[in-house]
């Protein structure tokens, strides 16, 4: 087993997992190299940095060509930059990921194929679209209203046909809404899911900016950093030949978010939750999957929390405070 | 109503579609453009020919800058030639799809907004992969097992997101194995299917590389125009935002379709049919769909024949002895 690189490792899960391969590596003699624009100050010690662009062909085949055994690609565009940037959404969630893709298909052919690296990349339940059935099954069609959904499908579609030509192994994992996400807001249109949570345990107004009865589907960083784990040792040769997955996660409403916040934090802490109503963000949510009925992650072991309340609790014991 | 493009129009569907298109036009007062890498010399006789490669960016643009209010997107590398042709496939199946459609948003904008083509894209039953339900339902999941399958579910997500950004209208129609092929075998896969048909009416002798229980999804040459024309035509506003579709066919299998021909035709006819298998058509042919319920397609009013005996007898109507 060689080295491991990861791909937009300066982002929130890409340093949530690279901690956990610090902490308790998956093979402890190798190093873990992190690629990303930039990187938090006190970010993961033990891992090598490189900074740069995933869309610089050169330095993406540069870092291909070390040849890294376990690659996990978390780079992207967030949903709602990649809905208002439409261009510079094409140009990363597709344009970058065909990129890597084909770096790894090139030194694939040099090593006279026997370089065919584990690639784990992060997809997103915004490849699904509504109509929706009440839990969304392991056959359901994907049919994104995003630019980001489509681009996400798009690279999932990328990464099983050169999955499937033999030049790579792996999978793509469909990531639920990643929440509580520590630090700042971002320009996802899901961020206010975490916003209304974070900002009142960290004594601050949060903005909620659609109706309570809004259901979704959530996961801790924890648990992200921990599916992504769970991916890189995977018996892929279970998935057959279909390598997207996905995964379990937490269904519940916004209501449900707040009355979870309430048991755990009090009144106090929910009065700083200001409903203030975002047409662009309630149409973009309003097409978002709810539920799902992840069979084939759970049968193949990927776990997430139980309800809404363990996911505060994995907050303010990982993150709040730190 | 402005004019009409057709891109892969030197083609046989191409051409059939350009024939109807002359006989009975949609609109009769504009003119019909075909755009292919060569056409027939006994071709559709009142539509303008226009020469040149479907990569070529600067002549698609060209193409778009006269603005096409009705285009037809045939073009492509079939099945097993870009399953042996990697970059080709990629570069045509979808690159280029890219292209096309980068250079209507571009002409949308150029117009402020007016120029809103409508898009009907040809894409394929090879979108779906293994293992498949009795029938394919109109939410079943696409997962492509050629890369021509997956540049054709690419190319309908970028279909999709550009027609919900609102650059153009339209719809990608998932046609069923065309079958009876008029003219020589080509490197499609499938190629054969038509084969087994066409060369013992024509007295010769044909290879049939898979076993007689392969079942599949056929639809003639004129249905294959009609669906195009219909598609032309629908109030895409019955489409909501999924704008790939199954459409209808013949589901049989290679016995059936013998014993079609041969009540048709007679024994002598069937005895010209030679088994000689062949694995790498035998994989391929594997992972594709049987049987489909294509509910949305027959509700908006999508036709194929009955039977593998109409399906016959359209060939002979139409292309035997031709």
């Known amino acids: 087993m060689g080295e491991t690189l990861i791909i937009g490792g300066g982002g929130m899960v890409g340093q949530k997992l690279a901690a956990t391969l610090d902490a308790s590596p998956l093979h402890p003699d190798k190093k873990v190299t992190l690629f990303d624009l930039g990187f938090p100050t006190n970010g993961a010690p033990a891992a090598v940095r490189a900074t740069g662009n995933a869309t610089d062909a050169a330095l993406i085949k540069s870092l291909i060509s070390k040849r890294p055994e376990m690659i996990f690609h978390l780079a992207a565009i967030v949903s709602g930059e990649a809905e208002t940037n439409f261009d510079l959404g094409w140009q990363v969630n597709m344009g970058a990921f065909q990129t890597f893709l084909e770096a790894i298909r090139e030194e694939h052919n040099a090593s006279g194929g026997s ?14 679209g509504p109509p929706f ?32 030509k033999g030049f790579c192994d792996g999978l793509a994992i469909r990531l639920p809404t990643i929440c509580v996400r520590p630090g700042k807001a971002n320009l996802a249109a899901s961020s206010f899911f975490s916003g209304i949570i974070r900002e009142p345990l960290n004594g601050q107004e949060a903005i909620l900016p659609v109706s309570t009865d809004v259901r979704h589907w959530h996961a801790s960083p924890r648990s992200a950093a921990g599916f992504l784990r769970h991916a890189a040792t995977l018996d892929t040769s279970l998935l057959g030949n279909r390598r997207a997955l996905n995964l379990p996660g937490v269904s519940c409403t916004v209501e449900e978010q707040i009355e979870a916040l309430r048991d755990i934090a009090g009144n106090d802490v929910v009065a700083l939750i200001k409903p203030e109503p975002d047409d662009a963000i309630r149409t973009i949510v309003a097409g ?35």
């Open 115 to 128: 370089y065919r690296p584990r690639v784990v990349f992060t997809s997103s339940i915004a490849v699904f």
């Open 133 to 164: 059935p009440d839990k969304i099954g392991d056959e359901f069609l994907c049919a994104p209203q995003t630019s980001y959904g489509a681009q996400k499908a798009i690279s999932e579609l990328l990464l099983s046909d050169y999955i499937r």
């Open 288 to 322: 978002w999957p709810r539920d799902f009925a992840p069979e084939r992650a759970v049968a193949l072991g990927f776990k997430a929390e139980p309800d809404f309340h363990e996911i505060i609790r994995v907050y303010i014991n990982d993150d709040l405070n730190q």
